[in-house]
């Protein structure tokens, strides 16, 4: 049995913060399919699991953690990579990854859920999604148009944070390289790192049955 198991689906771009993560640190790890899409996160089962019915979900020895935010804290703490070399550098990576949560995974997430998995057409919602979604990545353009990363000058799991659900972009219906060729850069950056995988290619459940 692998050190780490992780709970994930392919299409989870929170649950492939934490997959890349592992992977890029060289951990020994394995995935256990999470059947998002058949409902099985709202099981009185995966409920005893996780209470919020989210993935990821990271089982390491007798430690169980959610959130890819916690998740990842932990594993910068437990490998030694991409973490902090001071107090006030792990609180500047904390604000990028409350940030990511808060304005940019959020709306980029719920948005493609939308436009890409969901059998219902809301284009009220999608509208507002996608304004606040494009606000995000302003922000984000705006800063790596000065720094290579996003906090201190290296790579640390902000950037790991932020860039979970940007290598969707086919789905999203976004060209970073013509809008946004800062974002683009940093996202070349990260996939040129040993390890880097697409989403689609380190998690399991991809393609959704009947998606191709």
């Known amino acids: 049995m692998a050190e780490y198991n992780l709970y994930c689906f392919a299409q989870s771009g929170n649950a492939y913060k ?8 060289g951990c020994d ?3 256990r399919f999470v059947d998002f899409f058949n409902g099985e996160t709202r099981t009185p089962e995966y ?5 919020m019915g989210e993935v990821p979900v ?8 959610t959130q890819s935010a916690i998740i990842l804290d932990y594993l910068a703490e437990q ?3 991409y973490g ?9 990576i904390q604000r990028w990854m409350f940030w990511d949560n808060h304005k940019l995974s959020s709306y980029t997430g719920t948005y493609r859920v939308l436009r890409v998995f969901s059998k219902e057409s809301n284009p009220g919602a999608m509208e507002l999604l996608k304004g606040r979604m494009m606000n995000a990545y302003a922000i984000l353009s705006a800063h790596l148009a000065e720094n290579d990363w996003l906090a201190g ?4 799991i902000a950037d790991i944070s932020a860039c979970g659900y940007l290598y969707y972009q086919d789905e999203i219906g976004v060209d970073f390289a013509e809008t946004h060729p800062a974002i683009q ?3 070349d950056a990260i996939a040129s790192l040993d390890g880097w995988q697409h989403p689609y290619d380190l998690m399991p459940g991809h393609p959704l049955p009947g998606k191709g």
């Open 18 to 25: 934490a997959a890349l993560m592992l992977e890029l640190t």
């Open 29 to 31: 790890w394995g995935s």
């Open 47 to 51: 409920r005893k699991l996780n209470v």
């Open 58 to 65: 990271l089982l390491h020895r007798d430690v169980r953690l």
């Open 79 to 81: 490998t030694g990579r």
């Open 84 to 92: 902090w070399s001071s107090e006030d550098e792990r609180r500047d």
């Open 153 to 156: 000058n290296r790579m640390t």
């Open 185 to 187: 850069r940093w996202l």
